[in-house]
């Protein structure tokens, strides 16, 4: 039985997933896929300059496996640039680093056990489609981290109501018992007032309306695990 792969820790997602030449259709392009983690290997050893042993420890994993993914990364980036190809990040065995440390932080800051995670969604169940914008979210599950235990919360400020909407719905959340929101990207000064609010926002691109609600727990807790 081989064994599991080590997950693979990244500061953060990037906001530009795709790069093309200019002029040229995407049919008649080549497409390179870049996973996530190797994007990653090129920040810190190309752009930070990090030794291979910082750079690893940073990741969570060995100088081999670190050396590894940074050549496959500088390869796939010098075929799509040389080639001429379409560059697509996306995929790979990744874990958010944020993430890794939402337990501890939430106790170190409050004293609380544990954490509550508040995530926007399209219904009331864990069936529920996630809603990628808070703002239009029919409920919010709030879930334990702890013991995953879940619960919902009716958000009844939807869009509309401008940025005193948006207030009520932060603090009725951190009044539910909430810690952390995850939310999309959302407006310049969000963060800011959700932490006036008590609570911190994650976001946890790529939140997707795609997932449910619980499949999106499941992808947090192995984050965390």
Excluded: C
Aim: charge should be neutral; charged fraction near 25%; avoid cysteine.
């Amino acid at each position: 039985m081989p064994r599991p792969r080590l997950r693979r820790w990244v500061a953060a997602i990037p906001k530009a997933t795709y790069f093309k030449p200019q002029g040229i259709p995407l049919r008649e392009l080549e497409e390179i896929r870049l996973p996530i983690e190797g994007l990653e290997a090129l920040r810190l050893a190309d752009l930070e300059g990090l030794t291979a042993e910082a750079a690893a420890a940073g990741m969570g994993v060995s100088r081999h496996t670190f050396g590894r993914v940074l050549a496959e990364a500088r390869t796939s980036v010098a075929r799509a640039l040389v080639g001429g190809a379409a560059l697509r990040i996306e995929g790979g065995h990744y874990g958010l680093a944020q993430a890794q440390g939402i337990l501890e932080s939430q106790d170190a800051q409050s004293g609380e056990k544990g954490a509550v995670v508040a995530i926007p969604s399209q219904g009331d169940t864990l069936d529920s489609l996630v809603e990628p914008r808070v703002d239009q979210a029919v409920s919010f599950a709030l879930v334990d981290l702890d013991n995953r235990s879940t619960r919902h919360l009716q958000n009844g400020w939807r869009t509309g109501r401008g940025r005193g909407g948006w207030r009520h719905i932060l603090r009725s959340l951190r009044a539910a018992g909430a810690h952390v929101l995850l939310a999309g990207p959302s407006f310049p000064g969000f963060a800011e007032m959700a932490s006036r609010a008590g609570l911190r926002v994650f976001e946890y691109v790529p939140l997707s309306s795609e997932e449910t609600v619980g499949e999106a727990v499941d992808r947090l807790a192995g984050e965390m695990s």
